[in-house]
């Protein structure tokens, strides 16, 4: 959704005052069956954007009810997705002739803006759109829906200038609830992208999302879409039975590696597919990790690699995908070089790093008493002590292999939601033990330690 003003233009004159509790803003987009409003909301100070269905008029039969469903279906969501790329619904209101959604608010624009010949995002940057949209679907499926309608204009895109710095899958009026027992309508979609299992009724499941995100980014990719004809039934001809171009000829730089990755992701049958959202986004994520497309812009290390990156650690196992992007979010990540010190004893300090690559040494005394790699976490002591005396570092820690650490101060940590700190707070139950365990077995068995 594009940002806009928070006060009124003299075009937006005909707008309504309030939606229910919320003072509408201005007028963000509308459709055949609903309009939405950019409004503010008082009590929990903030913006929303708030969708609300087309008044229904007395007799509209079928299409009233067929529209009434499609609400009920993402009104039934409301505060149960919480993933930083799926916008938020926080409430639905079911008026009988109006009702409405209240979600999330996002400045920015959908991805239909890149899906043109003319302005097409960069490799490396459809690599992380299309990683952050995999483990949003994945997200979405753990919680027993399949979304049906993955599209580009169902696709929110963050902008910093030029840059696609994060996306949110929204629009979940199609989704397919299958932990419910309600009656649900089926072959829907946007035919551009639909899987061919939508169209012939078949059963559903994660790989029906799949095969339309991959269609995305190929449009992405290419600028046109993998299939496309003139007419309704040529094109579900060509999504049931044509084999889409190749992208290598399409566009400049793209690597066959890429084209394979969607060609599979397109196959007609389910079972040819990837197996599941894990496999398929670390495939497509591997195209910048082994630096197949030109990273151009982008900063140095990208989102995906860091969520990639914290998955292999030993200290974050239990995270979960949510976790995680909290702490590729919120931490400090800092590179050293040999011999840089993170901590000399008698400093001062409520810092902890964790070891995402490389190693350092411990010493006292001059002497070295432990090293510690990739996944174990230091500083931790000095950051749980509960006073400022008991803060004072005992050893010297010091680089000895180029390291990446994953840094947080306490002010970092209040920004993490409960259930992250819980799983830090278990993290470190896990360490302490380790170590404690170590030195036990350092006192009983010095010659088999030493």
């Not at 005909?14 to 009590?43: C, H, N, Q, W």
């Not at 067929?66 to 149960?80: D, I, M, T, V, W």
Request: proline share 5%.
């Amino acid at each position: 959704m594009p940002a806009h003003s928070t006060t009124r233009s003299l075009t937006d004159l005909d707008l309504p005052d309030r939606i229910g509790k919320y003072r509408v803003l201005s007028r963000l987009g509308e459709g055949a069956t609903s309009e939405v409003f950019l409004a503010r909301d008082e009590f929990n100070q903030r913006e929303v954007a708030i969708k609300r269905v087309r008044r229904l008029s007395v007799g509209e039969g079928s299409e009233g009810r067929y529209r009434s469903h499609f609400f009920a279906a993402e009104a039934a969501l409301a505060g149960k997705l919480q993933h930083p790329n799926v916008a938020q619904i926080y409430d639905a209101e079911e008026d009988p002739r109006a009702p409405y959604l209240v979600m999330e608010y996002v400045p920015g624009v959908t991805l239909r803006r890149f899906c043109r010949a003319d302005s097409l995002l960069p490799l490396a940057q459809i690599v992380e759109v299309g990683f952050k949209c995999a483990m949003a679907l994945s997200y979405v499926f753990r919680q027993g829906l399949i979304h049906r309608d993955v599209k580009p204009a169902n696709i929110l895109a963050v902008m910093d200038q030029d840059t696609v710095v994060d996306v949110k899958l929204t629009d979940f009026g199609s989704v397919l609830d299958t932990l419910s027992d309600r009656t649900q309508v089926y072959r829907v979609g946007s035919l551009a992208y639909m899987s061919p299992e939508q169209l012939d009724g078949s059963t559903l499941d994660a790989r029906a999302d799949m095969f339309s995100l991959a269609a995305v980014l190929y449009h992405l990719v290419a600028g046109r879409p993998p299939f496309d004809a003139t007419n309704q039934m040529a094109l579900m001809h060509q999504i049931c039975n044509a084999t889409a171009p190749s992208l290598v000829p399409l566009r400049e730089g793209v690597p066959q590696h890429m084209d394979d990755i969607l060609q599979r992701a397109l196959a007609k049958n389910p079972a040819d597919r990837y197996a599941g959202w894990d496999e398929f986004a670390l495939e497509w994520s591997s195209l910048v990790k082994n630096q197949e497309v030109p990273r151009g812009p982008l900063q140095e290390v990208l989102d995906s690699e860091r969520f990639n990156l914290l998955r292999s650690l030993e200290f974050f196992t239990g995270f979960g995908d949510v976790e995680l992007w909290e702490v590729v979010h919120r931490a400090q990540w800092l590179r050293h070089g040999f011999g840089a010190a993170l901590y000399r004893k008698g400093d001062t300090g409520n810092t902890f790093h964790i070891i995402a690559q490389g190693r350092v040494d411990v010493y006292r005394d001059g002497n070295r008493v432990a090293q510690l790699g990739a996944g174990t976490s230091v500083g931790e002591m000095a950051y749980l002590a509960p006073s400022e005396e008991l803060r004072i570092h005992a050893a010297d820690v010091i680089v000895s292999d180029a390291a990446t650490t994953i840094a947080f101060t306490p002010a970092m940590m209040d920004c993490l939601g409960p259930g992250t700190r819980h799983l830090f707070d278990s993290a470190f139950i896990r360490v302490l033990v380790r170590r404690l365990h170590a030195a036990h077995e350092a006192l009983a068995h010095p010659r088999r330690i030493l």
